[in-house]
């Protein structure tokens, strides 16, 4: 008996060791976070500066590294970043999230949406992008409203992006049958509206 119980305590005491070997891991990565952005930013060649961000992405998205990639994006959304680095490592990041676990998904576009905030203009593609991955997610989990939200605030008539009326229709009624879903008929209503005043509008110029 006495012997188990120090095999116990020795098992205890490894996993211990471990849990606290990964914190100082991961602490050490997120301190290394600032050095990177340092380094990242004094490349001078924007060739070169995009291809390393989208490097250090990768390597943070094939490895779920998802505090590293919160860091990461919160700097790469900032206007430190010029938009011609800072898009397509977003919109590549969007693209990537499917090969993450669909909790860790939704945390790292939840988290995207937010740090780009006022500067949605900015990143309309990549929001949009972000926005089905996470309406899909919610979908699958029965979470109507919040799938119908989330595909509502894709910008689809703030006229930065030339989008066809096609595709608007699509999501206007993705967007009220997933309102019905939860039985919020107004909601509904509201998107059918708008695609049937699309599709009228499309009728008259044919």
Do not use: C
């Amino acid at each position: 008996r006495a012997a188990r119980g120090r095999g116990d305590l020795s098992r205890r005491s490894a996993r211990t060791a471990e849990q606290e070997g990964h914190r100082g891991k991961l602490g050490q990565t997120m301190a290394d976070i600032s050095a990177l952005v340092g380094e990242l930013s004094g490349i001078t060649d924007q060739k070169l500066k995009l291809e390393r961000y989208m490097a250090v992405l990768q390597d943070y998205v094939s490895q779920a590294a998802i505090p590293q990639l919160q860091a990461f994006v919160q700097h790469v959304v900032s206007e430190d970043v010029q938009l011609a680095v800072s898009r397509p490592v977003v919109l590549e990041l969007a693209k990537s999230m499917s090969s993450l676990a669909l909790e860790q998904r939704k945390e790292i576009g939840l988290f995207t949406l937010d740090k780009v905030g006022l500067r949605v203009v900015s990143f309309e593609e990549q929001v949009s992008v972000i926005r089905e991955e996470l309406a899909t997610i919610y979908e699958k989990e029965e979470k109507w409203s919040e799938a119908a939200k989330m595909l509502a605030g894709i910008p689809l008539d703030s006229g930065i992006r030339v989008l066809d009326d096609n595709y608007k229709v699509e999501k206007y009624i993705k967007i009220a049958m997933l309102y019905l879903q939860d039985e919020e008929s107004v909601s509904a209503e509201t998107y059918i509206n708008r695609a049937s005043l699309l599709i009228s509008d499309g009728e008259e110029e044919g």
